[in-house]
């Protein structure tokens, strides 16, 4: 069973930093791009940052662009999102999703792409 387990959310101020973690059990996610998505309340769920397999790769939404990083480290079979220069609407439940498609080269912004997400972590930008 394919499990993925999202940690390091947390309260933090608007400037500051966290880094997101999401181990992959069950799987290898060695040839798989993986992605990362959020969801603020009342909103719709919206794509943060992707990683393809090989992780040369990366894509970003316009609103996190300069200020997140995703990386991967397939020895543990985690994705990370480091977050710096956070802002209060970066407020919002964090999901990792994985991409069953194998070798795909351009990491997918789109939601429907992904097979396989977590259970997220809260992230809350408040002073």
């Known amino acids: 069973q394919v499990q993925l387990v999202e940690s390091g959310g947390g309260l933090v101020q608007p400037g500051g930093s966290l880094r997101l973690s999401c181990t992959v059990s069950?799987?290898?996610?060695?040839?798989?791009?993986m992605g990362w998505f959020r969801q603020a309340p009342g909103k719709e769920r919206e794509f943060v940052a992707a990683i393809n397999w090989s992780g040369d790769n990366t894509a970003y939404a316009d609103s996190v662009k300069g200020r997140f990083t995703i990386s991967r480290d397939n020895a543990k079979n985690t994705v990370f999102l480091q977050m710096s220069n956070l802002k209060s609407e970066d407020t919002a439940l964090y999901f990792c999703?994985?991409?069953?498609?194998?070798?795909?080269?351009?990491?997918?912004?789109?939601?429907?792409?992904?097979?396989?997400w977590g259970q997220g972590t809260q992230v809350t930008v408040s002073s």
């Open positions: 069950g799987f290898t996610m060695d040839y798989h791009a």
């Open positions: 999703a994985l991409d069953w498609n194998f070798r795909r080269t351009v990491a997918s912004t789109t939601a429907r792409m992904y097979e396989d």
